[in-house]
């Protein structure tokens, strides 16, 4: 397996415009590993984690530690924090770091929660740093056969089926165990389990809990079973506070904060010259993908994960402001995802699990919306593209669209 290529570009991207770059993304999906691989590249770096108990004490002791990183030539060094936001004061610290150092060293501040959601007005870190996020495994960055990201916004239809067989394979090896780098690299089901039966326990039990202060960690472990059974629909918070017996407010802030955590996360509803749109109610999906059993419900999800790491990516590199929604009016009509930029929808993106029809809805919501579509199927060898009035619309293996994500 190589190493994660295309966020070591972004990162190098990012850093020549800023000195200091957050890394941010779920727990156990390789920030430490992308941090290290970083740091081969300088020929002068130090490696600070919070969670060592040592290293906590040198800066506490001293603020500015790393400034006994041993040299080996006149180079700019690499100072890695890794975990600082379990530091309770560690934007101040930053902002500190930033501001006395900024022209004298290069930082990358990693991280599994916390980091991002201070971009903010007010924030004291404003200014200072440049961010992207890190996710497990998708299929666009094990394919490697990504098109260019203007090529794909002037015509998000092309698609090739070379390497047809290799990338269905690593599309069904990413259904039955994750694309977190541990499952999928051991490549055995069994490590799998053992490793999703204990992911979400450690995260609720010692992250979150200590993090944010949570008491009802039972609560809580039990709106994170509940979820893969409400992937696919958009999510009714009033059912879940009745099934668990708790307050609206209670998994309104319990959701926020797996989000925060990066065990889910969320996209809301596209209302823009849609109908009788629904407005409120939004849908959920997890990282942790084969945890969901229903079929149709997984590959919807692993098509959710593949946008949202496409249009993260995008934003972080400053392509644009892009988004992703869903569609669905009060006649019970949808279509799963809207890709917009800029608040413009430009791209519709249907999953289903075997039909190889374009679906009556999606047709519908094209020709209000007037943009291309997408429907990604779980078999076949070939691709069709169908028009709809002034549009067009591709019918394609998801594996072979989905490697083609800039």
């Given at each position: 397996m190589d190493g994660r290529n295309p966020y070591v570009r972004i990162w190098a991207d990012l850093a020549a415009g800023k000195s200091m770059t957050f890394l941010t993304g779920p727990r156990q999906a390789g920030k430490t590993t992308l941090a290290e691989m970083i740091s081969r590249s300088f020929a002068n770096s130090l490696y600070f984690n919070w969670d060592i108990p040592q290293h906590r004490i040198r800066l506490i002791q001293n603020p500015a530690f790393f400034e006994a990183v041993e040299r080996k030539d006149t180079s700019?060094?690499?100072?890695?924090?890794?975990?600082?936001?379990?530091?309770?004061?560690?934007?101040?610290?930053l902002k500190g770091v930033y501001d006395q150092f900024h022209t004298g060293y290069q930082f990358l501040v990693s991280g599994s929660g916390r980091l991002d959601i201070y971009q903010k007005g007010?924030?004291?870190?404003?200014?200072?740093?440049?961010?992207?996020?890190?996710?497990?495994?998708t299929i666009a960055e094990l394919g490697k056969c990504n098109i260019e990201i203007d090529a794909f916004l002037n015509d998000p239809l092309q698609i090739s089926m070379e390497r047809n067989d290799e990338l269905r394979e690593i599309?069904?090896?990413?259904?039955?165990l994750s694309g977190?780098?541990?499952?999928?690299?051991?490549?055995?089901?069994?490590?799998?389990?053992?490793?999703?039966?204990?992911?979400?326990?450690?995260?609720?039990r010692e992250d979150i809990r200590d993090l944010t202060g949570i008491k009802s960690v039972g609560d809580?472990?039990?709106?994170?079973?509940?979820?893969?059974?409400?992937?696919?629909?958009?999510?009714?918070?009033?059912?879940?506070?009745?099934d668990l017996r708790v307050s609206y407010n209670s998994v309104q802030s319990w959701l926020s904060v797996f989000e925060r955590f990066f065990l889910i996360f969320t996209i809301s509803p596209w209302t823009r010259k849609i109908s009788r749109a629904i407005q409120k109610e939004r849908k959920v999906y997890l990282w942790d993908a084969p945890r969901i059993k229903e079929p149709a419900a997984r590959f919807e999800n692993m098509v959710a994960m593949e946008l949202w790491r496409a249009v993260t990516a995008w934003n972080d590199m400053g392509y644009g402001s892009f988004s992703l929604h869903f569609i669905k009016n009060k006649e019970r009509q949808e279509v799963d995802f809207v890709i917009a930029n800029a608040r413009e929808a430009f791209l519709l993106v249907e999953a289903k699990l075997t039909d190889t029809e374009?679906?009556?809805?999606?047709?519908?919501?094209?020709?209000?919306?007037?943009?291309?579509?997408?429907?990604?199927?779980?078999?076949?060898?070939?691709?069709?593209?169908?028009s709809n009035l002034d549009q067009s619309v591709l019918v394609a293996p998801a594996h072979q669209w989905l490697s083609g994500l800039p």
């Open positions: 700019t060094p690499l100072i890695v924090f890794d975990e600082i936001h379990k530091y309770k004061d560690w934007k101040n610290y007010g924030d004291s870190l404003a200014g200072r740093y440049f961010l992207f996020h890190l996710w497990p495994f599309w069904l090896r990413l259904s039955e977190f780098p541990e499952p999928y690299l051991a490549n055995r089901v069994m490590t799998y389990r053992r490793w999703s039966n204990t992911y979400s326990q450690q995260l609720i809580v472990e039990m709106l994170y079973l509940l979820l893969p059974s409400k992937v696919g629909s958009p999510l009714s918070v009033p059912s879940l506070a009745r374009p679906s009556s809805d999606l047709k519908k919501f094209q020709r209000a919306l007037n943009i291309p579509a997408v429907q990604l199927t779980n078999k076949g060898d070939g691709y069709r593209i169908l």
